[in-house]
């Protein structure tokens, strides 16, 4: 931190988002290279049919084949002829606490990543610019570990049991009312996987008869999680207010297809911060849109709670909003808060419902006791119930960080996708080859790096997605933004023409 101080400025909602188009010949040449890639695809496709090639993919017996197929050969095409060339560069055993830096074990493969021969080295202090690690809570300091410890001696490693069942322990009421308290609402509950915590409760929530109208960037989890429910699911494009306020009036006026009943209910469906892209949601616009349509919105904060905001308490309060606002708060604790599972937070009413109907609460083994106390300890430091102030200096950390990253790379014209304050950083190099060379050479310069693409990304969107962290110390940055220029040049990945003058604030 500069001079232990961070300008206020920082904290400012300044809702600026850039979502840079590519010059059209680079798009030509990544739509040209995807095109090589499948043709000689389909070429080593047919060569392992005749038994040229060994297919590394799991296959049934010949008998088996002639009824229901297990596994889906076709669907599978990317993934074998171009993803898993592509895995050397990432998806590595972790050997250490996933800190600003971590321990990597080496590996190597003859197969093209299909198998791996491990060669008991460690690459050791690679800078982790990969870890949802927000807040630098990810740590492994023996004194504010003590009551995590503690916890672990008197409870045990897990309880075994749901929290319908005996696995209601004073812990977990003691995390809810934290957390309500921390958010603001009237209740919370908690759930010890973030993913399950969107599949099973938006299944609870609506049914049949119901509509969902979900932004088209949404988690996998959400998708799953409104396919199970049986509703109808009606996507809009990202943060699109025009095109979301046309389904709103149109589900309103026509009603459901065939019977033209009204829905009984209207659920909006977003997220906080969106993984992929870095995008924050125009949560005020869409309160508005909900109010003026009676609807009902359910909100993901699992990249946003403890990122954003003045006080590290999401996107509701980086907008100056009240959380009453928001139906259904859901967010994780695997990111910011260094530990596992998730919650649901708002009215009372709401978190009754859901005790009673979620899956989840009904058949999942609940929260483990040490991962309760963790998050506890996270939420008291950001809350400055621990004493200290901590918790703010890292929140005001992060906003330093990410500004400075954002804004070395604006300088560098290269395209990134994103809001200005978002810890979720693109940048979009769009060729395969391009990031996985990128991310080969990182590794080499012990940085960890990751990237991604088809199918998490448009096919000709390929980018490599930094995560900003309040650990990451400007030394760390600034040795990432070299390499990263340097390879810039070299894989001829600086397209954009935004170009934007560093802030003299943030040095």
């Given at each position: 931190?500069?001079?232990?101080?961070?300008?206020?400025s920082?904290?400012?909602?300044?809702?600026?988002?850039?979502?840079?188009?590519?010059?059209m010949?680079?798009?030509?040449?990544?739509?040209?290279?995807?095109g090589?890639?499948?043709?000689?695809?389909?070429?080593?496709?047919?060569?392992?049919?005749w038994g040229?090639?060994?297919?590394?993919?799991?296959?049934?017996?010949?008998e088996?084949?002639?009824?229901?197929?297990?596994?889906?050969?076709?669907?599978?095409?990317?993934k074998?002829n171009?993803?898993?060339?592509?895995?050397?560069?990432?998806?590595?055993?972790?050997?250490?606490v996933?800190?600003?830096?971590?321990?990597?074990?080496?590996?190597?493969?003859?197969?093209?990543?299909w198998?791996?021969?491990?060669?008991?080295?460690?690459?050791k202090?690679?800078?982790?610019?990969?870890?949802?690690?927000?807040?630098g809570?990810?740590?492994?300091?023996?004194?504010s570990?003590?009551?995590?410890?503690?916890?672990l001696?008197?409870?045990?490693?897990?309880?075994?049991?749901?929290?319908q069942e005996?696995?209601?322990?004073?812990?977990?009421?003691e995390?809810?009312?934290?957390?309500a308290?921390?958010?603001?609402?009237?209740?919370?509950?908690v759930?010890?996987?973030?993913?399950?915590?969107?599949?099973?409760?938006?299944?609870?929530?609506v049914?049949?008869?119901?509509?969902?109208l979900?932004?088209?960037?949404?988690?996998?989890?959400?998708?799953?999680?409104?396919?199970?429910?049986?509703?109808t699911?009606?996507t809009?494009?990202?943060?699109n207010?025009?095109?979301?306020?046309?389904?709103?009036?149109?589900?309103?006026?026509?009603g459901?297809?065939?019977?033209?009943r009204?829905?009984k209910?209207?659920?909006?469906?977003?997220?906080?911060i969106?993984s992929?892209?870095?995008?924050?949601?125009?949560?005020?616009?869409?309160v508005?849109?909900?109010?003026?349509?009676k609807?009902?919105l359910?909100?993901d904060?699992?990249?946003s709670?403890?990122?954003?905001?003045?006080?590290g308490?999401?996107?509701?309060e980086?907008?100056g909003?009240d959380?009453?606002?928001?139906?259904?708060?859901?967010?994780?604790?695997?990111?910011?808060?260094?530990?596992?599972?998730?919650?649901?937070?708002?009215?009372?009413?709401?978190?009754?419902?859901?005790?009673?109907?979620?899956?989840?609460?009904?058949?999942?083994?609940?929260m483990?006791?040490?991962?309760?106390?963790?998050?506890?300890?996270?939420?008291?430091?950001?809350?400055a119930?621990?004493?200290?102030?901590?918790?703010?200096?890292?929140v005001?950390q992060?906003?330093?960080?990410t500004?400075?990253f954002?804004?070395r790379l604006h300088?560098m014209?290269?395209?990134?996708?994103?809001?200005?304050?978002?810890?979720?950083?693109?940048?979009?190099?769009?060729?395969?080859?391009?990031?996985?060379?990128?991310?080969r050479?990182?590794?080499?310069?012990?940085?960890?790096?990751?990237?991604?693409?088809?199918?998490?990304?448009?096919?000709?969107?390929?980018?490599?997605?930094?995560?900003?962290?309040?650990?990451?110390?400007k030394?760390?940055?600034?040795?990432?933004?070299?390499e990263?220029?340097?390879?810039?040049?070299?894989?001829?990945?600086?397209h954009?023409?935004?170009?934007?003058?560093i802030?003299?604030?943030?040095?």
């Amino acid at each position: 931190m500069q001079n232990g101080v961070i300008k206020a400025s920082l904290h400012k909602k300044e809702f600026k988002e850039t979502f840079e188009e590519a010059p059209m010949y680079i798009l030509v040449l990544t739509y040209l290279c995807y095109g090589i890639l499948i043709l000689f695809g389909y070429l080593r496709d047919f060569m392992r049919a005749w038994g040229l090639e060994k297919c590394h993919m799991a296959e049934e017996r010949k008998e088996q084949k002639d009824f229901v197929p297990l596994y889906q050969d076709f669907e599978n095409f990317y993934k074998r002829n171009i993803y898993m060339r592509l895995r050397d560069a990432f998806s590595r055993p972790v050997c250490s606490v996933p800190g600003a830096k971590f321990d990597l074990m080496e590996r190597l493969t003859d197969d093209y990543n299909w198998t791996y021969r491990y060669t008991g080295k460690v690459i050791k202090d690679v800078i982790n610019m990969g870890s949802y690690d927000y807040l630098g809570f990810a740590e492994n300091d023996a004194e504010s570990l003590r009551e995590v410890e503690g916890v672990l001696k008197t409870y045990g490693a897990g309880i075994c049991s749901s929290r319908q069942e005996m696995g209601h322990l004073g812990k977990h009421q003691e995390l809810e009312d934290m957390v309500a308290e921390f958010l603001n609402v009237e209740a919370a509950m908690v759930f010890s996987m973030g993913f399950a915590t969107n599949s099973t409760n938006i299944a609870a929530l609506v049914g049949k008869g119901c509509l969902i109208l979900s932004d088209e960037l949404n988690h996998t989890s959400v998708i799953l999680g409104a396919r199970l429910s049986g509703a109808t699911i009606r996507t809009f494009p990202h943060n699109n207010m025009k095109n979301l306020e046309k389904l709103l009036r149109e589900a309103v006026i026509r009603g459901q297809p065939r019977s033209h009943r009204a829905w009984k209910k209207i659920l909006i469906v977003v997220e906080g911060i969106y993984s992929m892209e870095g995008s924050v949601v125009r949560l005020p616009e869409i309160v508005a849109l909900k109010k003026k349509y009676k609807a009902y919105l359910y909100m993901d904060e699992a990249h946003s709670i403890g990122a954003v905001g003045p006080t590290g308490r999401g996107v509701v309060e980086y907008f100056g909003m009240d959380p009453a606002d928001v139906d259904v708060m859901m967010g994780t604790f695997s990111k910011s808060f260094a530990a596992a599972g998730g919650y649901i937070a708002g009215k009372k009413e709401l978190v009754q419902y859901l005790r009673n109907h979620s899956q989840s609460a009904v058949y999942a083994t609940c929260m483990s006791p040490s991962v309760t106390e963790q998050i506890l300890r996270v939420i008291k430091c950001l809350m400055a119930r621990d004493g200290t102030v901590l918790g703010q200096k890292r929140v005001n950390q992060l906003a330093y960080n990410t500004r400075y990253f954002r804004q070395r790379l604006h300088e560098m014209n290269v395209i990134t996708y994103g809001n200005d304050d978002s810890p979720v950083v693109p940048v979009l190099m769009y060729m395969p080859s391009k990031v996985g060379a990128f991310a080969r050479h990182m590794l080499k310069k012990k940085i960890g790096v990751v990237i991604v693409g088809f199918p998490a990304t448009p096919i000709a969107e390929a980018r490599v997605r930094f995560c900003i962290s309040a650990a990451h110390t400007k030394e760390m940055l600034d040795k990432v933004l070299d390499e990263l220029d340097k390879m810039g040049d070299i894989l001829y990945v600086k397209h954009s023409k935004k170009s934007r003058s560093i802030n003299k604030e943030v040095h």
